[in-house]
């Protein structure tokens, strides 16, 4: 009686534990379904996700196609080409000031570049006492080499040098003068004054001075707003 109880009992046991290996497996299979179709929405959910956060993303973002204003097109016109903007503001009139004015830096910057290349050459000549030179030395500077005045020769390269400065900074502020003309004349191109916005002159009663005088009045749209300057 032993022996067959014993082997019922370990069949038992191991038809107990096939049945959990089955059930554990059957767990598991189902685990991983789950686990899988939980993924598979997650992803599928996140593709979607991203497609409507792109989305949104780009309907937000501001348009960079903008069109530039026309005080913007005149200032790079004037930048790129003196002139450019006064052109594209239809002030013609204006293009030959703005060449005019730009010509006299510009020829004292050339002139000024020609004699300090000349006097220092002169300089150079005569603090070596290179008389073999001297043919190469401006006439209008031969007597000074000839006598040895390098001093008086080091203070023209000197300020001939400094001259060369001062005309390229005089042409650079020109040149910023005519993009500011012409983004100033594209800013006042729509700008209009009519007689819903005015400044007039007016004759009046000053009832604290008890005395007539003139005001001058400003028109707003239909508010006026009075601002009296009298007198006797």
């Known amino acids: 009686m032993f022996r067959p109880y014993n082997l019922t009992v370990a069949m038992h046991r191991r ?12 767990v598991v299979t189902k685990a ?3 686990t899988a179709t939980l993924n598979k929405i997650t992803d599928s959910s996140g593709v979607t996700n991203q497609k409507a956060l ?34 594209y503001n239809k002030k013609y009139w204006k ?5 005019g004015v730009l010509a006299i830096p510009t020829y004292t910057f050339v002139d000024n570049l020609n004699w300090f290349k000349k006097t220092r050459l002169a300089f150079n000549i005569a603090f070596n006492k290179d008389t073999a030179r001297y043919d190469e030395v401006d006439p209008r500077l031969i007597y000074m080499v000839k006598n040895g005045y390098t001093s008086s020769l080091q203070n023209y ?12 900074l005089v042409f650079l502020l ?11 004349d594209a800013h006042l191109k729509d700008f209009n004054i009519t007689d819903d916005l005015s400044l007039q002159l007016k004759s009046g ?3 604290i001075a008890n005395t007539a005088g003139i005001g001058i009045v400003l028109n707003i749209g239909k508010n006026h707003v009075n601002r009296s300057a009298t007198g006797r």
Not at 15 to 26: I, N, P, Q, R, Y
Not at 95 to 99: H, K
Not at 174 to 184: F, I, M, P, Q, R
Request: charged content about 20%; proline content about 6%.
């Open 205 to 207: 009663y000053m009832p």
């Open 15 to 26: 038809f107990a534990f096939l049945v959990f290996l089955l059930v554990s497996f059957a």
């Open 54 to 87: 792109k989305k949104n993303i780009a309907s937000a973002s501001p348009d960079t196609s903008k069109k530039r204003t026309p005080a913007g097109t005149a200032a790079l016109l004037s930048a790129i080409i003196p002139g450019a903007g006064q052109v």
């Open 95 to 99: 293009v030959p000031l703005v060449y």
């Open 174 to 184: 020109v040149w910023g003068l005519n993009v500011v003309d012409a983004t100033v």
């Open 32 to 34: 991983q379904k789950d």
């Open 157 to 168: 390269r000197d300020d001939f040098r400094r001259n060369v400065d001062y005309s390229a």
